[in-house]
């Protein structure tokens, strides 16, 4: 017990590794020393064992001695070699000597008894017979009475508020049953009464109530029939509550005759304490049980013998309802009672506590190893660190150079694909058709505008043969420009015409080149194709112009044929008749006459000119002849012999030196030439004419001139002469009708040149005309 | 005017649509010295119907010359000489185009049609009696006539 306290109290070090053992060992011999002062310390008779019987001395030490030192003395007798003797113990210092064992035996009532029994294992081995009124009882019980003449209690439950007097509150017989009842009916005898109190002896009780100091006083059974019988009281003062007849009790009344107000409980037991020999308690029992009525030791005891153990277990559950006695843990736990109850308990729990320390500590070795093969393991982490480190620094970098590559890379990407999307875009958006064809007539690509003049989308086209989706009627023959390629030419241009699938039909320019792997060889053809549709409707407008400008020119050709010889058929007759008229009538009529004849006459010649004129201005280009190669210098020569009897009469010397051929039309190259050298005749001075017609190459065209020493004018008019009609002289000085140097600057203009003059009063004119050179005129110039 | 060898005078016909020009030509005529018997028609139709003696002409002379103009309504003057000159019966007869074109290409095609000779009338009147008087004396005086002979 000691060693348990003390080990309990340690704290659990790893220390100690059999500490359980130890303290167990010491225990045993502090027990084994304490008992055996025990029995040295004993008073002896002879050589007679001492055995010391402790009785509970409920009235006193003197009482129960002479109650019960009869029986120690009878034992004595009875059990050879022991000498048997009363100790008697009040309620305190009952447990101390069965603890201690002091006592060999003891004799108590059954709830002290049965706390015995809990604590220190103390075992009945005889209950007594008790000796009321004249006969053996083994049972006994309680009585809760009032006076009789307390109207107001009938029952257990009217004792609520009301004073209750018990023996003590320690005596089984006088308090605890009846406290049963009372709490068994719901009233706590401690919360519930107006008063409680304890008179001490079971007499006093009874006094107490017939006095009516209390209301209500609990007493063991037959105690009011010994006082009445003592002549103490009158039975009939007093009522009894809850009888045993009346409640749950029913209890055999030839059994139990007396008072009874609670339930039946053995008599007093007599045990052994623990640790007293079997054998001598046999010895006891054996004697016990045969102890006659009659002898002296049952009747100082006032009992008639002793029985067999009865079961004191009702006992056991008065004091646990009452929680009370060996029950008190279940009111309160005292530590000490803890310790004693589950010692086992303890000690168990101490042992699987020192053993968890044991293991404690071997882990805690392990966790020495683990420390140091965790310290190991860090330095090996540090090393492995320390070269993860430097493997990723080379990784970083050889990542660095590779992002870099592949920024590098991805810009390449970028680039080319910027570059294909131009070229996409290009191809695309070039406004003329183009399409790439392998050589076996698939279309590989097609580019949006082709596709866009076919009004098929880029997909419909690709992949098909060209001449599914863009036939002409060169598909098939020689003419088409994958035939003329394959026969080897690189590059080609055609005319062609495109067959939609409408049926419509798209007029367009086809340039065709040979396509070439890098290696150079043939692969396909790329061809251009250009719509020229537009063009194609230009040149039929242009064409269409063109017709009803001919046609138009040449209705009015017609008219001018037809205007000027209609025109000239009434200018005749005007004109003839008129002169008739002067005929027929000359002298015959007035001078006036005459003079009106002659005017009229005049404006009829005049107009006859006129028209003649405008006729053969208008012919310079409805007349024009497409141009050949004209010999000048023969022209000229045919020029003068037609001038030949003007050039006679003026004595006109005319020259003209190395005349080129020229492409020209030849009739107007001659009428050029003709009005200009007659105008040098007509407009000569005083002197005879020199006229000189030459021409001089002058990068790309021939400058003619025709030089003459006439009357020349002033240069303020240079421009003016050339206008159709205009005159610097009057019809009587000069004749002509000023259409002359009109239809020449016409004539000059027709072949691409230009016509101008130098001229100055008195001093002669130039006529100067360009003649563009023109190739063909090389062959006849030589 | 004086008229000399009236007894067998030149048959002419002419033919001539303008009446003014008709009377032009006769006072021409007039004017020269060689005796004629001058017939008039209007157009190419009584023209050949006058040479073929056909309807109302059905009396007539053969004309020993024919003044033709061009420009004539319902037969064309060209027309009516390519009629003439088909005509095996007709074609012996010299034909004179007298007319006021000058143009290039009715000369050719005249002379194509073989026409004898191709005259342009002069606006002037003296030129025009000049000219006139010019055919009388060369085809009635110089030139031998195929009717002449007969």
């Not at chain 1, 140091?372 to 970083?396: H, I, N, W, Y």
């Not at chain 2, 010359?65 to 004539?72: A, G, M, Q, R």
Request: proline share 4%.
């Amino acid at each position: 017990m000691v060693g348990m306290i003390l080990s309990r109290r340690q704290s659990f070090t790893p220390v100690t590794r059999g500490g359980g053992t130890l303290w167990g060992w010491l225990r045993v011999a502090v027990c084994i020393l304490v008992g055996g002062i025990f029995f040295v310390g004993a008073p002896v008779r002879g050589d007679d064992i001492p055995v010391y019987i402790g009785v509970l001395a409920k009235r006193g030490p003197q009482r129960a001695l002479q109650q019960w030192e009869p029986t120690a003395v009878y034992l004595t007798e009875q059990i050879p070699g022991y000498s048997f003797s009363i100790v008697p113990l009040d309620f305190k210092e009952i447990n101390q000597a069965v603890e201690k064992r002091r006592v060999n035996f003891v004799l108590a009532n059954p709830a002290i008894y049965v706390e015995l029994e809990y604590l220190y294992g103390v075992n009945r081995i005889v209950t007594m017979e008790n000796l009321r009124q004249g006969k053996p009882y083994t049972l006994f019980g309680g009585v809760i009475f009032c006076r009789a003449a307390n109207s107001e209690i009938r029952g257990l439950k009217d004792l609520v508020g009301k004073t209750l007097m018990a023996v003590e509150s320690n005596s089984f017989g006088g308090w605890h049953m009846a406290w049963r009842e009372l709490q068994g009916n719901g009233i706590n005898p401690y919360k519930d009464l107006a008063g409680l109190r304890f008179g001490g002896t079971h007499d006093a009780v009874v006094m107490a109530v017939l006095q009516g100091k209390v209301d209500v006083g609990t007493v063991r059974t037959d105690t009011l029939e010994r006082m009445a019988l003592e002549g103490k009281i009158d039975l009939a003062d007093f009522r009894v509550i809850a009888r045993h007849d009346q409640g749950q009790h029913n209890v055999d009344q030839a059994r139990f005759p007396f008072l009874l107000s609670t339930q039946l409980y053995p008599e007093w037991p007599f045990a052994k304490v623990a640790g007293t020999s079997d054998e001598l308690s046999k010895q006891v029992a054996v004697a016990l049980l045969h102890m006659d009525s009659n002898h002296a030791a049952a009747g100082a005891a006032s009992i008639t013998g002793w029985t067999t153990p009865l079961s004191y277990q009702p006992v056991h559950d008065c004091l646990r309802e009452l929680q009370i006695g060996p029950y008190a843990y279940l009111g309160h736990i005292t530590l000490v009672e803890v310790i004693r109850q589950y010692r086992w308990w303890l000690v168990l729990s101490l042992a699987l506590m020192l053993g968890m320390a044991a293991v404690t500590s071997f882990v805690l070795r392990l966790n020495a190893k683990l420390s140091q093969s965790r310290r190991m393991l860090v330095k090996a982490r540090d090393d492995l660190e320390l070269k993860v480190q430097e493997r990723t620094a080379d990784l970083r970098s050889l990542n660095d150079e590779l992002r870099q590559e592949i920024g590098e890379r991805r810009q390449a990407g970028e680039a080319l694909r910027r570059a294909n999307a131009e070229l996409d875009q290009i191809f695309n958006t070039t406004a003329d058709g183009m399409t790439l064809l392998d050589l076996d007539y698939n279309v590989l690509r097609v580019n949006r505008a082709l596709a866009g003049m076919l009004e098929l989308g880029t997909r419909q086209v690709v992949g098909q043969k060209c001449y599914t989706v863009f036939p002409s009627l060169r598909c098939g023959t020689s003419a088409c420009p994958m035939h003329m390629i394959l026969k080897g030419r690189e590059l080609l241009q055609l005319e062609d015409e495109k067959t939609k699938t409408d049926g419509t039909t798209i007029p367009c320019i086809i340039a065709a080149a040979a396509y070439r792997n890098p290696e150079g060889e043939l692969i396909g053809i790329v061809e251009s194709i250009k719509d020229i549709s537009e063009r194609k409707r230009s040149e039929l407008a242009l064409a269409e112009y063109t017709h009803s400008l001919s046609q138009s020119n040449a209705e009015l050709q017609q008219f001018a044929y037809v205007a000027s010889h209609d025109l000239q058929e009434p200018l005749r007759m005007v004109a003839s008749y008129v002169q008739l008229l002067a005929r027929r009538y000359k002298g015959k009529l007035d001078s006036d006459a005459d003079e009106f004849i002659g005017y009229a006459v005049d404006g009829a010649n005049r107009m006859q000119h006129l028209i003649q004129d405008l006729l053969s201005y208008s012919r310079v280009q409805t007349r024009g002849k497409p141009f050949e190669l004209v010999d000048c210098q023969e022209v000229l020569g045919e020029v003068l012999a037609d001038l030949q009897i003007a050039l006679e009469e003026c004595n006109a010397k005319v020259t003209g030196e190395s005349l080129p051929v020229v492409l020209a039309d030849k009739t107007q190259i001659r009428q050029l030439l003709q009005n200009l050298v007659g105008n040098a005749v007509k407009f000569r001075g005083e002197q005879a004419p020199l006229i000189r017609v030459a021409a001089r190459r002058d990068d790309g065209e021939w400058i003619f001139s025709v030089q003459d020493n006439g009357i020349g004018f002033e240069s303020e008019y240079a421009e003016r002469i050339f206008v159709i009609f205009q005159r610097l002289h009057g019809r009587q000085e000069y004749p002509g009708t000023g259409i002359g140097l009109a239809v020449s600057k016409k004539i000059v203009e027709r072949h691409g040149g230009k016509i101008w003059v130098e001229s100055a009063p008195g001093k002669g004119s130039t006529f100067y005309f360009s003649l563009p050179v023109r190739e063909e005129e090389a062959v006849g110039n030589g | 005017m004086a008229e000399s060898k009236c007894l067998q005078p030149i048959e002419i016909l002419l033919v001539e649509d303008n009446p003014a020009d008709v009377r032009l030509t006769q006072e021409a005529l007039k004017e020269g010295k060689v005796c004629n018997n001058l017939s008039v028609v209007r157009d190419g139709v009584e023209a050949l119907a006058f040479l073929r003696r056909q309807g109302g002409f059905a009396e007539v002379a053969i004309p020993d010359i024919i003044l033709l103009d061009l420009n004539l309504p319902k037969k064309d003057g060209r027309e009516v000489l390519q009629e003439i000159k088909n005509d095996p019966e007709l074609r012996r007869i010299p034909v004179v185009v007298l007319t006021t074109s000058k143009a290039e290409e009715d000369i050719l095609r005249v002379y194509d049609l073989h026409a004898n000779c191709y005259i342009t009338k002069p606006v002037d009147l003296e030129q025009f009696i000049d000219v006139v008087k010019s055919v009388e004396s060369f085809w009635f005086t110089v030139v031998k006539l195929p009717s002449q002979e007969q």
